[in-house]
């Protein structure tokens, strides 16, 4: 058969719905594995009740609001969504309805001191008052305890300190949530934080920050040398990416400023990338639009950091959101991932079949 219709045969293979929650979840072999089965993260990142006029983290429970997003969410072909701060019970108990894993985040202020002890105390009394009803919830298939801590903190809290902290956190998950997978979402500037600290690897990675990841390396080799700093096994997630449409900014896939051609465009070479590149799944940023953001929640400000929504909200009323360009952009192209053979590499003839008939359709 000849190669290149071999190949376009491949692109045909689509994932499969599976009804049934995961009851284990194992990282080995570079992927997460739900029930023994490979599972790729298709994921999104979503702050529940991070609506115009509401703080995420001062939102009531709002059933019909989470129906209406988690609804789009599954109908873009997302599989997963990622949180920052943890849901609370009431919300799980809500989510238990829908086919939907969760990477839930535990907010742990990444710009504390690690190294003070009632910081330090604090930090796992949150740990465990969150995992005395998270540990009932099959859905959760991995905790982020930190998002983003900067150098900077880590040199003052001492890496030790930090490091010491970051274990007895995850014991804590470990022993009251066994076999969930417990990181933090790290960045490029952390990238001297050994791996083995946590089960799997995750980094949060811009295509413009730092001018490394597109002008030195470029995306997809970026994101090769992030997984060639993991631990044999584990598998790399890329726990944000993503490109702001706010009306001030560079543009040119920059911070802010973009177009919607230009962030459908940027968000899709990052999804390629990251997957040609060996991760074994990602969480686009964002969901929404973050109103709150800049400091008002009642005004959608110019800041960058406001506008990288999938879904765009049109005013202080509007509750449902408008889905721009770039969604059905991600929905087509993981409609069908394929991880290997991998674009731009060389297959012979022999290999090349083999590699087709090895493929997995992944679990939505």
Same mark, same amino acid.
């Given at each position: 058969?000849?190669?290149?219709?071999?190949?376009?045969?491949?692109?045909?293979?689509?994932?499969?719905?599976?009804?049934?929650?995961?009851?284990?979840?194992?990282?080995?072999?570079?992927?997460?594995?739900?029930?023994?089965?490979?599972?790729?993260?298709?994921?999104?990142?979503?702050?529940?009740?991070?609506?115009?006029?509401?703080?995420?983290?001062?939102?009531? *429970?709002?059933?019909?609001?989470?129906?209406?997003?988690?609804?789009?969410?599954?109908?873009?072909? *997302?599989?997963?969504?990622?949180?920052?701060?943890?849901?609370?019970?009431?919300?799980?108990?809500?989510?238990?309805?829908?086919?939907?894993?969760?990477?839930?985040?535990?907010?742990?202020?990444?710009?504390?001191?690690?190294?003070?002890?009632?910081?330090?105390?604090?930090?796992?009394?949150?740990?465990?008052?969150?995992?005395?009803?998270?540990?009932?919830?099959?859905?959760?298939?991995?905790?982020?305890?930190?998002?983003?801590?900067?150098?900077?903190?880590?040199?003052?809290?001492?890496?030790?300190?930090?490091?010491?902290?970051?274990? $007895?956190?995850?014991?804590?998950?470990?022993?009251?949530?066994?076999?969930?997978?417990?990181?933090?979402?790290?960045?490029?500037?952390?990238?001297?934080?050994?791996?083995?600290?946590?089960?799997?690897?995750?980094?949060?990675?811009?295509?413009?920050?730092?001018?490394?990841?597109?002008?030195?390396?470029?995306?997809?080799?970026?994101?090769?040398?992030?997984?060639?700093?993991?631990?044999?096994?584990?598998?790399?997630?890329?726990?944000?990416?993503?490109?702001?449409?706010?009306?001030?900014?560079?543009?040119?896939?920059?911070?802010?400023?973009?177009?919607?051609?230009?962030?459908?465009?940027?968000?899709?070479?990052?999804?390629?990338?990251?997957?040609?590149?060996?991760?074994?799944?990602?969480?686009?940023?964002?969901?929404? $639009?973050?109103?709150?953001?800049?400091?008002?929640?009642?005004?959608? $400000?110019?800041?960058?950091?406001?506008?990288?929504?999938?879904?765009?909200?049109?005013?202080?009323?509007?509750?449902?959101?408008?889905?721009?360009?770039?969604?059905?952009?991600?929905?087509? *192209?993981?409609?069908?991932?394929?991880?290997?053979?991998?674009?731009?590499?060389?297959? $012979?003839?022999?290999?090349?079949?083999?590699? *087709?008939?090895?493929?997995?359709?992944?679990?939505?």
């Amino acid at each position: 058969m000849n190669i290149k219709i071999l190949l376009q045969i491949t692109l045909l293979v689509c994932s499969f719905a599976v009804s049934s929650q995961a009851q284990s979840v194992s990282v080995h072999d570079n992927f997460f594995y739900l029930d023994g089965q490979k599972f790729f993260i298709k994921g999104i990142g979503y702050e529940v009740g991070a609506t115009p006029g509401q703080l995420p983290w001062n939102h009531t *429970f709002n059933p019909t609001q989470l129906n209406t997003d988690i609804q789009r969410i599954l109908s873009g072909g *997302f599989n997963t969504i990622r949180t920052w701060a943890p849901f609370t019970q009431q919300e799980l108990n809500f989510l238990q309805a829908y086919d939907i894993k969760i990477i839930m985040g535990i907010w742990i202020d990444p710009g504390g001191d690690f190294s003070d002890p009632v910081f330090v105390s604090n930090a796992k009394t949150t740990v465990s008052n969150v995992l005395s009803y998270s540990k009932n919830y099959d859905q959760i298939i991995g905790y982020l305890i930190m998002n983003e801590p900067m150098p900077e903190t880590i040199a003052a809290a001492g890496y030790d300190e930090t490091a010491a902290l970051w274990s $007895d956190l995850i014991q804590i998950i470990h022993t009251e949530h066994p076999n969930r997978p417990v990181s933090i979402a790290n960045t490029p500037n952390g990238t001297y934080i050994n791996p083995e600290l946590f089960d799997f690897s995750a980094y949060n990675v811009y295509i413009y920050n730092p001018v490394t990841v597109n002008y030195l390396h470029r995306y997809r080799d970026y994101i090769h040398y992030l997984g060639s700093l993991k631990t044999p096994g584990q598998p790399l997630i890329v726990t944000e990416y993503g490109l702001s449409v706010s009306p001030a900014g560079p543009g040119n896939w920059g911070y802010g400023g973009n177009t919607l051609t230009e962030q459908a465009a940027g968000d899709l070479h990052m999804y390629q990338s990251l997957v040609n590149g060996g991760a074994a799944g990602s969480c686009v940023f964002n969901y929404s $639009d973050g109103w709150w953001k800049a400091g008002n929640e009642f005004v959608h $400000d110019n800041a960058a950091e406001e506008w990288f929504g999938l879904v765009g909200y049109t005013s202080l009323g509007d509750q449902t959101g408008q889905q721009r360009p770039v969604w059905n952009t991600i929905k087509t *192209f993981q409609s069908a991932i394929i991880t290997q053979p991998r674009s731009s590499e060389i297959y $012979d003839a022999p290999r090349c079949l083999l590699r *087709f008939l090895q493929l997995t359709a992944y679990r939505n």
